[in-house]
């Protein structure tokens, strides 16, 4: 059974920095696409970011693309994304998924693409 760990949400005010970390178990890790997407209160769920199985391709959502990072461990099973220049607008539940990749850079754009979620993890910046 996979499972997706999330952790590292918190408090913080504008203008801080917050690394989120998720670990997966249960399967091979290099096998999955992964990405990172957040809810925020009555919106829908939508992508930040999403990475590759090599960790080589990346992309972003407009409304991060130059303050956050995704990356991968292979041999730690860990994702992380590194969130900089944080404002009110990324208040939100920050989740990771995995999704099966056939080819190694392939980038998973939608929720539909993903078979494994993590359960979620607060991120509240106040100004």
């Known amino acids: 059974q996979v499972q997706l760990v999330e952790s590292g949400g918190r408090l913080v005010q504008t203008g801080d920095s917050l690394k989120l970390s998720c670990t997966l178990a249960?399967?091979?890790?290099?096998?999955?696409?992964l990405g990172w997407f957040r809810q925020a209160p009555g919106k829908e769920r939508t992508l930040v970011a999403a990475i590759d199985r090599r960790g080589e391709s990346r992309h972003y959502t407009s409304a991060v693309l130059g303050r956050f990072f995704i990356d991968r461990d292979n041999a730690k099973s860990t994702t992380i994304l590194e969130m900089n220049s944080l404002t009110t607008e990324d208040t939100a539940v920050y989740y990771c998924a995995a999704g099966s990749a056939d080819l190694s850079w392939t980038i998973n754009y939608f929720s539909s693409d993903y078979t494994y979620w993590g359960q979620g993890t607060q991120v509240t910046v106040s100004s």
């Open positions: 249960g399967d091979t890790f290099s096998s999955y696409a």
